[in-house]
């Protein structure tokens, strides 16, 4: 950490800079200049994150030149984290597409869309029982009979299930049915949900928030790191800008930055962030070409027909087509489907 | 709603369109132009936000002319809502300094605080016992020590208090103790949440998302009304967007539309939104003007050595000051202050 | 300047850094820390801004303490600087109300609004001759004979006048006719009308572009003082943000910061940051209230058959009523109305 | 274009509505609803954008449902427009690698930088003469020397080259030396210099506003257009979101959406949007698989002493290799390389 002090910043309030990092216990080295002192600040992480020097006396700036996350950084862990649900695998090499609609609505719209997601080579199913809806009188979701409609077409087509944990108290209700729990764009900085998620054991798919900075969704993921569940997969769902044309902005120089920052896989979901069916095939194939470990995309056998997000699910057939077009992208560069064998 | 074809969308697209409005229970008028038709739908307002349009053959664009709110509009509720606690009022030409530290951290630093705060002219005490930091790394707060510290120090200089539910697992403990309770920004669509705290019988305050519009405030408020509870309050603490001079952008103008478009309270935060100390006077007088019907400002016995927030926490004696400053402001237009009788 | 080398950067690195500052003459102290060495430079502004050492092997970020500009700082220059044009003045207590129509259409319409703003107590006169439009199937202007009838407007009503430059071309052209040029916001770094702008002797009332920080808007003040022109006004006008109930994010508390950073007078444009005629009154208290030293505001005779900015303008009564109710704010604390006298 | 009235309008407001419509030479629909009335305009892309009706008693919201462009729009004009300039084409399936450094600073440096990006495979050659630059205190570029050597170095070599214009007055000389003329993000809305390259036979490469919209970038194309040039390329250079990881956010779902909305060729530059030379590879990849028509890349000999944008620049063996790494995705779906033959 850099104190950056005033210009002509007095000897005393030098001094009580000083004396606050010493009762911190963390050493500060002086670096006068002629109009600016600059003071560099060693100690641990903990400590220089608890500490709020910007109030000071002639404190001009405090820069923290330590990043307020370590379990996540690549600098602490430098290969990729593989992370492996019923032999389907993401992370290191081996690339996920993780299909399905929006939200289940019904045995028959599941199964079907389960079917045909997996005959076009999905390697993971997705689907929400709980949806988090910015009006009332939006369709809420299905709930628990989703989770379990969900769980039963994952097994019958031998796929691992994702779905969204809306609520911290279903936490427990929601992993004894799927595979990978999610944490939605809005709950990202739901410290309490994360906590709850790093102690138990299934992986964990953290949606970036909508005004969520790089370094804050690593934050994020520290905390699930931290609590001692080590699997987990960010995703880039567009980020929110001025631009209407689309829903929001697909950040995909976000997703190549975070794969030299942290050793966690990266995925894009080009459904959400587009909020447009005909964008989703590009940026399915943009975000593979910039480094991403996978995607997440909405199908839906009858998107005409959706409760929710039609707009951007893709037909099953426009799924084959997307599935076909990427192809080469994904075997190039020595990486690979994650299917489950 | 509006839905509005492609140029020279043929018949049987159309025919869809309607049929899909039939089924779903809303009238369909066709206004038929050279290159476009126009379908214009009228229905229920749960029936309307439950449809998904959009991706139909040769819909181009569906416009939402209903509000996706209601119980908070003020066309459905024209007077000014007035939330009193403890004989505190805030709304209806009430105005409301609700002051006190970002975080709890002593006995003493809370008791000092809430009689400073309380003799410079503050209507309600904050202070936060459970605190959501970007780093797992950071303070996180006393937790239920601190909330009774809290409620000990309202009792004592007569002053309601407000603090933070964090976790919607503590809302009933939180309620124990607390005047009004507080959804903090990053929980504004933490629809479980608002849904918990409408069913309760406590004041709520509810603060604006980082990437909130304003509809999308309006609509989290509408959660907890329609779950029972009138009593909601908006408080404005600035947004995202590329400034980086000051924390967030504080939006008055959000304000000055809020007081139009509900009969809520509508308050401003200041120092949240500019995290600068020598930013907070001005805004709270700004705020003012724009019509807010109050302020929530961080009061700090010792801002230096503040665990959270210090560059932006006020001593008392800029409290006093600024109390002083803002007195022909909140006279102005027959407004008073919403002070405990 | 402070280059912040990578953890562990060796000592070649280290030295190939301090060469290249001993180079470009500037000075290199070094803090070496157990992890991180730190570099701090010391020299002229024009060198240090001159110099590009983020891309040097073992650099992992580079900060910039020296503020861009110089000329426009408070540091430099203290006390307010006060623009007088034709005995209205503006800055150092003097507040400024510049009214008028968005675009001058007819003799009868900037004439008649002239008088209207004029006994409505404005200090100046506002109006387009050149308009920039975002489609250019839009209504462009009357161009120099639009200028004409502003200037005779002035005259007749005995105010100063205000107008944009459009084009660099034209600078001297709108300059034989107004007291005031107005860099529009889409301008603010258009360099070579700056560079331009700051070789004549007419003040200019120097627009924040929509995306601008407050950084580049006093930077690009600073080309106009650079070049010998120290009267120049800086106006908030709103930035782009994600909201879109408002036409722009009116950021009032970059004017709190613009008085502290610079001397130069502040002013807001309520009308064109909110786009919406209800907000305006409100926005321009606010503005007053958070220390702005004048007001920007579009008045059009006929708001309904405007051929710009319509639903923004305030009818000459809407701004009477407007001027009577930010009397108490212009009072306050010393201000005055800067009238001619 | 759409007018929806407020609730429960007046026949009068409607009617009023109606004769403005009249008055300029437009039809009008009416709809009526129970509680709304929805007027259909319609009539000339002129007219309707002149018309403003926000501020009619009784109206609610317009809804422009044309676009405020036509020539550049592809439902105008559907197949992909070529730009071909010396042999060397962009659009319609060749894709063009415009590679050079950010400024021209001595000959030594733009020969050696051209016959390295030669040699490695760009089909264009670019490099900065005036450079716009926040701080007047920067270095602004060689100028007119600068503009001879660039084109001495594209002869030499045998590649067509691009440079910006910064000032309308310089457009003929910046002309008389470079192949494509190219306008600034910071000149976008610069309508003058647009209203004269439109009557100028040189392409112009215009690149999108820091804030612009997709739409707004398309209405800046028009203005060339209607003046006659028809050969314009849109270049994506990043937009400016709270994000600051990155210099910029590479918006790749604009670059597909423009592939679909207009004819013109579209190209993105990865380099100035991440200002990080390690993203530029990957984003370079990304925007080609997005289906971009090209890429512009800042590269230096020496990118340690360059004297603008450094951080960001490639070396000549970066440069080769992310050519070699692209090839793939230039040749996939029947694209080829724009090379002059």
């Not at 379990?71 to 993780?98: M, N, Q, W, Y």
């Not at 944990?165 to 929601?174: C, I, P, S």
């Not at 900085?189 to 994360?194: R, S």
Request: net charge negative; glycine share 10%.
């Amino acid at each position: 950490m850099l104190v950056i002090m005033r210009d002509h910043a007095t000897k005393d309030q030098i001094d009580h800079v000083v004396n606050n990092l010493h009762e911190a216990g963390a050493e500060a080295h002086l670096s006068p200049g002629e109009v600016k002192t600059i003071i560099g600040v060693i100690g641990d992480r903990e400590v220089i994150y608890s500490l709020e020097l910007e109030g000071l006396p002639g404190v001009e700036q405090v820069i923290r030149v330590l990043k307020p996350y370590k379990l996540v950084s690549r600098d602490f862990h430098p290969e990729d984290t593989v992370v492996t649900v019923k032999g389907s695998a993401i992370g290191g090499g081996a690339i996920a597409v993780i299909a399905g609609p929006c939200s289940i609505e019904s045995e028959d719209q599941v199964m079907r869309t389960a079917e045909a997601v997996r005959s076009a080579g999905a390697t993971m199913l997705r689907g929400g029982a709980y949806k988090p809806r910015t009006s009332p009188y939006a369709f809420q979701g299905m709930g628990e009979e989703g989770l379990l409609l969900l769980a039963e077409a994952g097994r019958r087509v031998g796929l691992p299930v994702v779905t969204e944990v809306l609520d911290v108290r279903d936490a427990e209700k929601v992993a004894a049915h799927a595979d990978i729990l999610q944490v939605g764009a809005r709950n990202m900085q739901n410290f309490m949900m994360l906590d709850e998620l790093g102690k138990m054991d299934k992986p964990i798919l953290l949606k970036r928030g909508l005004s969520a900075t790089i370094e804050e969704l690593l934050s994020a993921a520290e905390y699930i790191l931290k609590g001692g569940n080590r699997d987990v997969i960010l995703c880039e769902r567009g980020i929110r800008t001025f631009e209407t044309y689309t829903r929001n902005t697909l950040d995909l120089a976000a997703v190549a930055a975070l794969k030299q920052l942290t050793h966690l896989p990266v995925i894009a979901d080009p459904s959400h962030a587009t909020g447009r069916r005909d964008l989703v095939a590009p940026m399915c194939r943009a975000a593979l070409a910039a480094g991403a470990d996978g995607l997440m995309v909405e199908v839906h056998i009858d998107p005409e027909h959706a409760r929710c997000d039609g707009p951007q699910s893709l037909t099953p057939a426009d799924f084959s087509t997307l599935m076909r077009g990427i192809t080469s992208l994904v075997t190039f560069d020595g990486h690979h489907w994650g299917l489950p064998s």
